[in-house]
């Protein structure tokens, strides 16, 4: 999963060339500390509120336990995708590499391998939806599922800008 470059990992934080094109998000109630699920200013973990602010797409870190780039839209996820092999990136990616997102067939051969001896060996895979929204960054599990503890790490899908 892609995640934020600081807080706790020691990767670079190195800007990309894309921006965020979105100024909302949708939030959960837990999440907003209120009743209801709702529109929030866009944000993330590493830059904090940024709403209508033109702010750059960090390059992404693929660590474990590393915070999730949630609040990202679908769009932002593959514009910062598809440049992860321009001039100066981190990773030392050169322009042949073929760096997207996922692709249906990709995610079918997931599916299948997973249930091979190889894989999970007919436990079916879950979503990870525990909402890990307390404020505090320490590492937390709950029924054999862990995360981290803040209201920036939560679990779920990480292309959809409604955690």
């Keep these: 999963m892609a995640g934020y470059a600081s807080g706790n990992n020691n990767a670079e934080v190195k800007a990309s060339s894309v921006y965020y094109t979105q100024t909302t998000s949708q939030v959960t109630s837990i999440e907003r500390g209120e009743s209801t ?3 929030e200013d866009a ?6 509120i940024y709403g209508e602010t033109r702010t750059t797409i960090k390059y992404p870190v693929f660590q474990p336990l590393t915070y999730y780039m949630n609040y990202i839209s679908c769009s932002d996820a593959y514009n910062i995708a598809k440049v992860l092999t321009e001039n100066g990136n981190t990773y030392g990616l050169s322009e042949e590499a073929d760096s997207h997102l996922i692709k249906n067939s990709e995610w079918g051969a997931i ?19 525990i909402t890990l929204a307390s404020g505090n960054q320490e590492r937390t599990s709950s029924e054999g599922q862990v995360g981290v503890d803040s209201v920036y790490g939560v679990s779920g899908c990480t292309t959809a800008s409604y955690q």
């Design 111 to 129: 599916a299948y391998l997973s249930q091979s001896e190889y894989g999970l060996n007919g436990i079916n895979i879950v979503k990870n939806d």
């Design 43 to 48: 944000r993330n973990w590493l830059d904090g």
């Design 37 to 39: 699920d709702g529109s």
